[in-house]
């Protein structure tokens, strides 16, 4: 079964980072790129980032410069760092696994989400 397991969500102020991490199978690590999307209520799920078995990383623009996707090999985790957290950012974030069509993921495998919340 392929499971992708998110954590590191929260509610914390305008400002301030959090970190999500997305742990998975070696064979989904080695063999699928991952990313982050968000999905705001009412709104539709967005990408925010991705990056490929080879490390390169891709950001939505309302993200970059404040966000970093990274990879750990030793834990088959993949990070969301997410700085300078503004309420825009309140959402549910999906870890998401599949193959890159240009910049974009297509996916084939979604973890269930975790919330964050960020107050003004």
């Known amino acids: 079964q392929m499971q992708l397991v998110e954590s590191g969500g929260g509610l914390v102020q305008a400002g301030d980072s959090l970190r999500l991490s997305c742990a998975t199978s070696?064979?989904?690590?080695?063999?699928?790129?991952m990313g982050w999307y968000h999905q705001a209520p009412g709104k539709e799920r967005e990408e925010v980032a991705t990056?490929?078995?080879?490390?390169?990383?891709n950001y939505a623009d309302s993200v970059k410069r404040r966000f970093t996707i990274s990879r750990d090999i030793a834990k088959n985790t993949v990070y969301l760092q997410m700085n300078n957290l503004i309420p825009e950012d309140t959402a549910v974030y999906y870890c998401?696994?599949?193959?890159?069509?240009?910049?974009?993921?297509?996916?084939?495998?979604w973890g269930r989400g975790t919330q964050v919340t960020v107050s003004s």
């Open positions: 990056i490929t078995n080879g490390g390169s990383a």
């Open positions: 998401a696994a599949g193959g890159m069509i240009g910049p974009t993921l297509k996916v084939d495998y």
């Open positions: 070696r064979f989904i690590f080695e063999n699928y790129a």
